[in-house]
């Protein structure tokens, strides 16, 4: 059932986001092509993009003030009648900027569920996230839908390794993941913290001294802080491996301690309540 909804959520995406709305589109979503007023139309809640940059939203007016909007917003309607952006909030706001009054929309029958995971799939292909957005994203398709990363991968068009460094973004301590958002440091600069203890210093060092991705590593390689790879280090081959599946599994650091006879103990880290929450959810849902 689940590869059934996500072949049939690909095809609409190809329609919903590809170069020709129309052409692309079938018989029955071509006819729910309208032209709405744009007081109709409200932002998705759940939109995971929510960093609109000045500069691109000031350029999409101008060029939406001169042209038109060419591609329709897709939609759906509410309970009370108006409708939810489902794919094109940055074109309804540029649009709102440059004075229209109604806009084309493409009306969708869709759920709760399939709303969030195409605004998911398609800020993610379209590459309109930060590196935290993006990261939260793939966080909520992991638990909300039961992707498998290997399936989050192939409906991304992003390798595995690309969406398991990304979630452990997520393990960042709240200063660090700030300095993401505005820009101050690049997901490669924030990757090379995600196994140190002391994050948020490297992360003011690497801002202050304006290190390249490289330097940032070779300075958290060099760091005496760094005990949990010095403990890594310390375990056996397959122990490690372990370690390495259970958190691209969960997005989240994840240490096996071995006590000899007494068995030992698997240490899950959290940061927020979202994560503690998804960790709770995986388990329970097992039952």
Not at 1 to 11: D, F, N, P, S, V
Not at 163 to 191: C, F, M, Q
Request: aromatic fraction near 4%; avoid cysteine; charge should be neutral.
């Amino acid at each position: 059932m689940m590869q059934a909804q996500k072949r049939r959520l690909g095809r609409g995406l190809a329609a919903l986001i590809g170069d020709d709305v129309i052409e692309a589109a079938s018989p029955e979503e071509s006819r729910g092509l309208r032209h709405l007023p744009i007081e109709l139309l409200h932002s998705n809640p759940n939109n995971p993009r929510k960093q609109f940059k000045e500069e691109e939203l000031e350029d999409l007016s101008k060029s939406i003030r001169e042209k038109g909007l060419l591609q329709p917003i897709v939609v759906r309607q509410r309970t009370d009648g108006e409708f939810e952006i489902v794919a094109g909030e940055r074109r309804w706001r540029a649009s709102q900027r440059a004075g229209l009054h109604e806009l084309p929309v493409l009306i969708r029958d869709l759920s709760d569920g399939e709303t969030l995971e195409i605004a998911l799939i398609e800020n993610i292909q379209r590459s309109d996230l930060n590196p935290l957005e993006e990261a939260r994203a793939y966080g909520q398709l992991l638990e909300q839908f039961s992707y498998t990363q290997q399936q989050l991968a192939d409906s991304v068009g992003k390798s595995r390794s690309h969406i398991a460094n990304t979630l452990r973004l997520l393990t960042l301590p709240e200063s660090v993941r700030a300095y993401i958002e505005d820009g101050k440091l690049t997901a490669g600069h924030a990757r090379t913290l995600v196994a140190t203890d002391s994050p948020a210093d490297l992360a003011n060092k690497i801002i202050s001294l304006g290190l390249s991705v490289r330097e940032a590593e070779t300075l958290t390689r060099s760091n005496p802080a760094m005990s949990t790879r010095k403990a890594k280090a310390a375990k056996d081959a397959d122990t490690r491996a372990l370690e390495k599946q259970l958190a691209e599994a969960m997005g989240l650091r994840v240490e096996i301690k071995a006590q000899g006879r007494e068995g030992g103990t698997l240490l899950i880290k959290y940061k927020t309540l979202d994560q503690l929450d998804g960790i709770t959810y995986r388990l329970m849902s097992k039952k």
